[in-house]
């Protein structure tokens, strides 16, 4: 058959294409998507919607709920005679098919979700809220030992009963005031 005279292909879930050169393959493969793979259709329908010059374009449609769509689709048929034969073995065609969240199914997994995926959901939601819980008392901490360090307004300490009879600060009975900022407690 050629290729660009098909005008609809129907693929079933569980069932294998036709061959002839090469191992059969399901008629439905699904490669992922942000839907995952759990909601393969039964059956799905792809029409030629045109010759681009160099492959058909197909467009497939299947009875999908609402939340989920087609992402990427390839529609890939087993050639007669060599790969590239523009004629293809009657049976042969499978598609590859991404399977893709609806802005409706997007906004269910936002709100709900199923009861695993809002599990995690949740869990990893409070798990973030906690690591950023934790950074925050540690760049607090930081800070507190930051400002108790350098720039704490401590007095000098006072010694007594110096042999003149006055009361100096500790630093001064050194020869040399200490330079800004020093703290004498750490001597």
Request: glycine content about 10%.
């Amino acid at each position: 058959v050629l290729l660009r005279e098909v005008q609809a292909l129907t693929l079933h879930r569980g069932q294998y294409t036709t061959s002839r050169r090469t191992a059969a393959v399901p008629q439905l493969q699904c490669t992922g998507g942000t839907a995952g793979c759990s909601r393969v259709p039964e059956v799905v329908q792809c029409y030629n919607k045109g010759w681009d010059g160099y492959d058909v374009q197909w467009q497939c449609k299947a009875d999908l709920e609402n939340t989920y769509r087609f992402g990427r689709i390839e529609v890939s048929c087993e050639g007669y005679d060599y790969p590239d034969d523009p004629y293809i073995l009657k049976g042969s065609c499978s598609l590859l098919f991404r399977l893709e969240l609806a802005e409706e199914g997007e906004r269910k997994v936002k709100n709900s979700g199923s009861f695993g995926s809002s599990y995690y959901q949740s869990r990893k939601e409070s798990s973030d809220s906690g690591a950023g819980a934790i950074v925050i008392i540690v760049l607090l901490v930081l800070a507190f030992g930051v400002y108790k360090l350098f720039l704490s307004n401590q007095q000098p300490q006072q010694s007594f009963g110096d042999s003149d009879g006055f009361t100096r600060p500790s630093w001064q009975s050194q020869q040399a005031p200490p330079p800004p900022g020093f703290k004498s407690s750490f001597t």
